[in-house]
C-alpha cells in the first residue's frame, strides 16, 4: 500500500485546514487509515483514525475532524480553528487495525507540514 498525503501549509492561528492522503495499491480499501502528527522533538502522536468509525485525540476534539471516501481511498483532516501547538509534520498511515497504536501501522505517507504562526 502506498500512502500519499497533501494539504499542509503555512496559515494564521483561526484558521482551517484540509489533509488529503490517498492510499493506492493491492487492498488498499482494506485498512484502517489514521492520521499521526510530530512536531520538532516530539513523540510521533496519533490524531485520528477513520473507516467506517472514526476516533479523534482529545486534544484536538471540537476541531479536527476525519472522513473517508471509499470510492477513491482517500482519507481527510479537516482541522479547524488551528493553534500554533498544531504546528508538526502530519502523517497517513495505514493499518488493518482500529487503533491508535502507532506501532500497529503497517504503512505510512511521507509526511505534510502544517506552520500555523501566532
Known amino acids: 500500500v502506498q500512502l500519499q498525503a497533501s494539504g499542509g501549509g503555512l496559515v494564521q492561528a483561526g484558521d482551517s485546514l484540509r489533509l488529503s492522503c490517498a492510499a493506492s495499491?493491492?487492498?488498499?480499501?482494506?485498512?484502517?487509515m489514521a492520521w499521526f502528527r510530530q512536531a520538532p522533538g516530539k513523540e510521533r502522536e496519533f490524531v485520528a483514525v477513520?473507516?467506517?468509525?472514526?476516533y479523534i485525540a482529545h486534544s484536538v476534539k471540537g476541531r479536527f475532524t476525519i472522513s473517508t471516501d471509499n470510492a477513491k481511498n482517500v482519507v481527510f483532516l479537516q482541522m479547524n480553528n488551528l493553534k500554533p501547538e498544531d504546528s508538526a509534520v502530519y502523517y497517513c498511515?495505514?493499518?488493518?487495525?482500529?487503533?491508535?497504536?502507532?506501532?500497529?501501522?503497517?504503512?505510512w505517507g511521507q509526511g505534510t507540514l502544517v506552520t500555523v504562526s501566532s
Open positions: 477513520g473507516g467506517p468509525s472514526t
Open positions: 495499491g493491492r487492498a488498499a480499501g482494506t485498512y484502517h
Open positions: 498511515a495505514a493499518s488493518l487495525k482500529f487503533t491508535t497504536t502507532r506501532g500497529e501501522y503497517d504503512y
